[in-house]
C-alpha cells in the first residue's frame, strides 16, 4: 500500500487530485479513507441541504464498515476534497451518493479483511469485524484494527461493485433513527451556516438592485454615500451595484442611502392575463403517453368530464436570506457557498472570472433550507466579482427583499383535463395537457447568473432543453384508453428553476383532484375508485394503509351538511416519478362557509420508499413535505405586476403558522427487500389535492386553482348556482 | 469612530465599539463572536434573530444597541451552563425537532421565555407563543413535541 500522504498534503485544494477527480471516480480512496486514530473519512460531492442526509449516509458507510456511526466523519461538496455528484436535488441523495458510498464502504472493508489474513495468519472465513476490529473469531485474542491495518494509508485500489455488500437482515445501524449529528451543535449555537462564516480581513456588502429584473441604471450618486463611515467601496460593473463596507451595519447604511435612479419597463402580463399569456405561447408538445383510442374512448362515454387547474408562482421562501464569501488571493479563487451544485457552480465562477477552473475551489457550507435553486449560486457569484473588486475577501448577504424578488421562482403552470365515464363509472378516456416552461435552469454557465445578466445587460440564455413539467404528469391508474401530453412554452416571464419536485406538485394537484371529480360523477367512494384503477400490491398497500389510519368510511363524496362549520375529508395518491415513494395522503378539514377561512385538522400519510435508512429522518421529511406544501396549497402565490415582483416580505408572502399546522400522522412501510429511494420529495405532491377534495366533500364546491385563500373559497361558495 | 456602548451578555459586561443605531443583531455576531440569533428579515416578522432581554424572547435585528442599556441579554450559546445545555436545548435533540436548523435559535429561545413564564401550557398557548417564529421547512410539529418535551425536563427535581 501506498502511502497516502500524498493526497494528504494536497488536501485541501489540490488542483491535481481534482483534474484526477473527473477520470477517477471509481478510486476508493476518492470515496473513504481509514484515518490513524480510527475515524473513518468519507467523500460525498453531494451536500446537506438541512435534511439530515449527512446523517444518513454516515449510517450507509457506517453500516457496511461495522463501525460505530460516530466514527464516520462525512466530507461533502468541496470541489478540493470530494467527487462530483453534480446537484444535490430530486430526492437523489440517498440512491446514488448512497449507493456509491455502500460499494466504497463494502471495497474497504472487503480489502482489509484481506489485509488481515495475511496479518493474523488466517482464513477469509475465519474473519469478523466489531465496531472496527477485525478478530480470528476462534481466537479472539488475535485481532487488528483498520487504523492499524490502513492508518494514513491509501487503498490504490478501484471500487469494483462486486464486493460483498451485508444484506439488509444484519444491518444494525441502517434502519435506525439514529439521531442528526448536526443538532447539538446547531442547538448550543455554533457555527453551522454560511452566514456564520468568518475569515480574517473580511469586509461586508450589500446589494443595490434595480427595483424590477427589466429595470435599467439611468445616473447613480457616488458622492451620496461618501459621508458614511468605514465605506471601502461602492462597485458598479453595468446595472450590477455592490456597496462593500467595514463593518456590516455600515454597508446596510450604504445600501440604503446610495442614491441611484432606474428606469422601469413592464415585462410582466398583468395578473389576471398570466394563465392566458401562459397558455397562448408557441408551445415545444411531447406526448408522454399514448394508449388506445381516445376518439373511441370519448364516443363510448355517456359522461364527459372537463377540468381546468392552476398553480402561481411560489417562492422557496428560505428563512435565511442568501450569503456567500469568496476570498481571492492572485489567481486563485476561494468561495464559500451553500449552493447545491459545488462543481457547476465552480465552473460558472471560474467562466464570470476568466480563469481557468482549477483556480477555483468551491467549499459548499450549509444554508438555510431550500428546497431548490435560490439565491444561493447568485450570491456566490457577487461575493467574486466585489472580492475581486475590493481585493479583500467579501461576505455578501443578501436582503429579505433580494431574496424574494431575485430568488428563481416556481413556474406559474396550468393543466386542462378531460375524460370520459362509461355507464359503469369506469374511465373509459383520459386526455390530460400541461403547459409549463422548464422548470430547471441551475447555473453551468455564468450567463445563468443574475449578477452575470446586470453587468453585461443580456438577458438570461433561454434553456436548451426543457425538463420538468413532465414530472407526475402521467398517473399510475391503469387507464386503458389516455393521453399525456406536455405543452412546453419558452417564456416563464418570472424567472423561475427547481423547486421541490417540479411539476410534480402540480400535476399532482391536477391529476389528483380530477380522479375525485370523476370519482363524485361516478357516486363512488374516492378510495375504492382509485382502487380500482390500480393494478401495483404496494400502490396498494399503501393507500389501504392510510385509509385504515384514518378510520376511512367508504361513501361518494361530497357530503354537504347544513351547518356555518362543514367538516370533510379528501384522499390523494401518487407513485413520485412514477416508479420512486409510494405515497397516499388524506385530509380532514373544516370549511366556515360564511368566512371561507378553510382549517386542516389532520393530515394522514402512509408512504413506501422501499428499504428506511433513518425511520425519523423519513418521518422529518415527510413532516416538512406535509406543512411546506400545504402552506403552498393555502397561502401562497408571488404577487407581482407589470414591473416589479410585490411580494417583497413575510407580510406580502405569508407562510403557514404554529396556528396553522395540523395534526400529522403516520404510517411507514418499510420494505427491506426493496432498494431504498428518495423521502425528500415524494409526500409533497399529494397534499394539495387532498386539501381541495376535503373542501369538496364539506361544501361540494371545487378548488382548482391554488392558493385556497378564504377570499378564493368564499367566491366559490357565494357563486354557487 | 463608532460611540463606546457597554451591553450586558450572557452574564458578562462587554464594551463595544459601535454607531449607536446600529441593530443588536449585528453587535452579537459581528462584534462579540454569537452565532446563535440569525438574519433572517430585518424586519421582525421572523423570529430567527431572537434573544432573551431579561426573561422575554425578543428579535435583536431592529433593536438599537444603545436601547438596550443595562439589560441582561442572553443569546442561545448563553443558555449553556458549566458547559451543560439547557433543558429546553437538550428537549429540541431529543426531539430532533429541527430540518435545516437555521430557525432552531428563535424556537429554543421563545420557548425557553414561554415556559419561564408558564412553565404548563396549554396547546394553544404554546402555538400563540410560537406564531411569531417561522419555519420554511415544516419542523412545527416537532417543535411542538419539544415544546412538550422541554416542560417535562424543566418540571423535573434537579439531581
Known amino acids: 500500500m501506498a502511502s497516502r500522504d500524498s493526497n494528504q498534503k494536497d488536501r485541501p485544494g489540490s488542483g491535481q487530485r481534482e483534474a484526477a477527480r473527473g477520470e477517477a471516480t471509481n478510486l476508493l480512496d476518492d470515496w473513504i479513507a481509514i484515518e490513524p486514530d480510527g475515524t473513518i473519512t468519507a467523500f460525498s460531492g453531494k451536500v446537506e441541504l438541512g435534511t439530515g442526509v449527512r446523517t444518513a449516509l454516515a449510517q450507509i458507510v457506517a453500516e457496511e464498515l461495522d463501525v460505530p456511526v460516530e466514527r464516520v466523519h462525512m466530507v461533502m461538496g468541496d470541489t478540493a476534497r470530494t467527487p462530483d455528484e453534480g446537484y444535490t436535488a430530486g430526492s437523489m441523495t440517498i440512491s446514488s451518493s448512497g449507493t456509491a458510498l455502500r460499494q466504497a464502504a463494502a471495497e474497504a472493508r472487503r480489502a482489509m479483511l484481506e489485509m488481515a489474513t495475511e496479518r493474523l495468519d488466517a482464513n477469509l472465513d475465519e474473519l469478523s469485524v466489531h465496531d472496527g476490529v477485525i478478530i480470528v473469531a476462534r481466537h479472539p485474542d488475535r485481532s487488528v484494527t483498520y487504523a492499524e491495518l490502513m492508518g494514513g494509508m491509501a487503498f490504490n485500489l478501484p471500487v469494483t461493485d462486486q464486493a460483498p455488500l451485508k444484506s439488509p437482515e444484519s444491518y444494525r445501524i441502517v434502519g435506525t433513527s439514529t439521531p442528526r ?27 443595490v438592485r434595480p427595483p424590477g429584473p427589466a429595470a435599467k441604471l439611468v445616473a447613480m450618486d457616488e458622492s451620496s454615500v461618501k459621508d458614511i463611515p468605514g465605506l471601502v467601496k461602492v462597485v458598479r460593473r453595468g446595472d450590477f451595484i455592490g456597496v462593500v463596507a467595514e463593518r456590516e451595519e455600515q454597508a446596510i447604511q450604504a445600501a440604503r442611502q446610495l442614491k441611484v435612479e432606474w428606469q422601469e419597463t413592464a415585462i410582466y402580463p398583468r395578473r389576471q392575463d398570466l394563465f392566458t399569456a401562459l397558455r397562448s405561447q408557441q408551445s415545444e408538445d411531447s406526448v408522454l403517453v399514448e394508449q388506445g383510442d381516445l376518439e373511441k374512448g370519448f364516443a363510448g362515454a355517456v359522461q364527459p368530464v372537463h377540468a381546468t387547474y392552476y398553480q402561481p408562482y411560489h417562492a422557496h421562501a428560505s428563512i435565511g436570506p442568501s450569503c456567500a464569501v469568496a476570498e481571492i488571493k492572485g489567481d486563485r479563487v476561494t468561495v464559500w457557498a451553500s449552493t447545491q451544485g459545488p462543481y457547476p457552480l465552480r465552473g460558472a465562477l471560474a467562466q464570470l472570472l476568466n480563469l481557468p ?14 428546497y431548490g435553486q435560490n439565491g444561493s449560486d447568485d450570491a456566490a457569484a457577487e461575493a467574486v466579482i466585489l472580492a475581486q473588486a475590493v481585493g479583500r475577501p467579501v461576505r455578501v448577504q443578501w436582503t429579505r427583499k433580494d431574496e424574494f424578488v431575485w430568488e428563481p421562482k416556481s413556474p406559474a403552470m396550468m393543466v386542462e383535463v378531460h375524460a370520459g365515464l362509461d355507464r359503469q363509472g369506469n374511465v373509459v378516456a383520459w386526455d390530460y395537457h400541461v403547459w409549463s416552461p422548464s422548470h430547471t435552469r ?11 445578466q446586470l453587468i453585461s445587460g443580456q438577458p438570461a440564455p433561454r434553456t436548451r432543453f426543457s425538463f420538468g413539467a413532465e414530472r407526475n404528469a402521467p398517473t399510475n391508474y391503469g387507464f386503458p384508453v389516455q393521453r399525456v401530453t406536455v405543452h412546453y412554452v419558452p417564456n416563464s416571464f418570472l424567472r423561475v428553476s427547481s423547486f421541490r419536485s417540479l411539476g410534480g406538485s402540480m400535476n399532482t394537484f391536477a391529476n389528483e383532484s380530477f380522479i375525485d371529480e370523476l370519482a363524485a360523477a361516478a357516486g363512488v367512494d374516492p378510495v375504492e375508485f382509485r382502487l380500482r384503477h390500480l393494478a401495483d400490491p404496494r400502490e396498494r398497500a399503501v393507500l389501504n394503509a392510510a385509509a385504515e389510519k384514518t378510520g376511512w368510511e367508504p361513501r361518494p363524496s361530497p357530503f354537504i351538511q347544513a351547518t356555518t362549520v362543514s367538516s370533510g375529508r379528501g384522499v390523494a395518491f401518487a407513485r413520485y416519478e412514477n416508479d420512486q415513494g409510494i405515497v397516499a395522503c388524506i385530509a380532514e378539514v373544516e370549511v366556515e362557509k360564511n368566512t371561507g ?18 425511520p425519523d429522518g423519513v418521518k422529518n421529511q415527510i413532516e416538512g413535505n406535509v406543512i411546506q406544501s400545504l402552506s403552498r396549497a393555502l397561502k401562497e402565490e408571488v404577487q407581482f405586476d407589470e414591473t416589479r415582483i410585490n411580494s417583497v416580505d413575510w407580510q406580502t408572502y405569508p407562510i403557514l403558522t404554529f396556528s396553522e399546522v395540523p395534526a400529522i400522522e403516520i404510517v411507514l412501510i418499510n420494505r427491506p427487500d426493496q432498494p431504498a429511494v428518495g423521502a425528500g420529495e415524494p409526500s409533497t405532491v399529494t397534499t394539495a389535492a387532498a386539501v381541495a377534495n376535503a373542501i369538496f366533500d364539506a361544501t361540494g364546491q371545487r378548488l382548482r386553482q391554488m392558493p385556497f385563500t378564504a377570499e378564493r373559497v368564499r367566491k366559490a361558495l357565494t357563486d354557487r348556482g | 469612530m463608532p460611540d463606546k456602548i457597554i451591553i450586558i451578555v450572557n452574564g458578562k459586561s462587554h464594551t463595544v465599539q459601535a454607531a449607536p443605531d446600529t441593530p443588536l443583531l449585528y453587535v452579537l455576531r459581528n462584534e462579540l463572536g454569537c452565532s446563535g440569533p440569525h438574519f433572517g428579515c430585518g424586519d421582525e416578522t421572523c423570529g430567527a434573530c431572537m434573544v432573551l432581554i431579561g426573561n422575554q424572547a425578543k428579535p435583536s435585528c431592529k433593536l438599537q444597541v444603545a436601547e438596550v442599556g443595562r439589560a441582561r441579554i442572553t443569546t442561545l450559546e448563553g443558555l449553556i451552563e458549566d458547559g451543560e445545555l439547557h433543558p429546553v436545548q437538550r428537549a429540541f435533540i431529543e426531539a430532533q425537532a429541527t430540518q435545516c436548523g437555521y430557525c432552531l435559535n428563535g424556537m429554543i429561545i421563545t420557548t425557553a421565555a414561554l415556559l419561564w413564564k408558564t412553565p ?23 417543535v411542538l413535541r419539544a415544546v412538550r418535551r422541554a416542560e417535562m425536563l424543566l418540571s423535573q427535581p434537579e439531581d
Open chain 1, 442 to 452: 441551475r447555473p453551468r454557465f455564468a450567463s445563468q447568473l443574475v449578477t452575470a
Open chain 2, 120 to 142: 404548563h401550557p396549554s396547546e394553544i398557548q404554546i402555538r400563540g407563543a410560537l406564531d411569531g417564529n417561522l419555519c420554511r421547512c415544516g419542523s412545527q410539529a416537532r
Open chain 1, 181 to 207: 449529528e448536526d443538532l447539538p451543535r446547531k442547538a448550543a449555537g455554533q457555527p453551522s451556516f454560511i452566514h456564520d462564516v468568518r475569515i480574517p480581513g473580511m469586509v461586508h456588502a450589500r446589494l
Open chain 1, 357 to 370: 477552473v482549477e483556480n477555483v475551489h468551491l467549499i459548499h457550507v450549509e444554508g438555510a433550507g431550500c
Open chain 1, 597 to 614: 377561512v378553510v382549517r386542516v385538522n389532520r393530515i394522514v400519510v402512509a408512504h413506501d420508499c422501499g428499504l428506511i435508512i433513518n
